[in-house]
């Protein structure tokens, strides 16, 4: 997800900067800086399951790829110029993202 983070931005810095307004770039960089904090979330979560698994660690790491997948999505398609409806969806990721986080840091405090 880092990796697809990355490369998102890179596209936008450097295809997408001349065809873009500035509004849209905005949008642009916003989706893929949150592509990037749910897919860290995830090297986490995936590094805490090595030490302790547990299915809420897995409840965590699904809820923060799902999350930080619809969140950037909707963000980078309304970027693009997609149906002003996505927003609507958008604050589903987000909030699929504060679960997992949420969920992560419950799971790893339980002993």
């Known amino acids: 997800m880092v990796a697809v983070a990355i490369a998102g931005g890179a596209l936008g810095a450097h295809a997408l900067r001349p065809i873009l307004d500035a509004n849209a770039l905005g949008l642009w960089r916003t989706a893929f800086h949150y592509v990037t904090i749910a ?12 030490i302790r698994p547990r299915r809420m660690l897995n409840a965590a790491g699904l809820a923060l790829g799902v999350g930080g997948s619809l969140f950037g999505a909707t963000v980078a398609a309304l970027a693009l110029g997609g149906p ?16 997992g986080f949420s969920i992560a840091a419950v799971a790893t405090w339980r002993r």
């Open 39 to 50: 897919g860290l979330g995830l090297l986490a979560v995936g590094l805490a399951a090595e």
């Open 84 to 99: 002003r409806w996505l927003g609507a969806v958008t604050p589903l990721g987000g909030l699929l993202m504060i679960a």
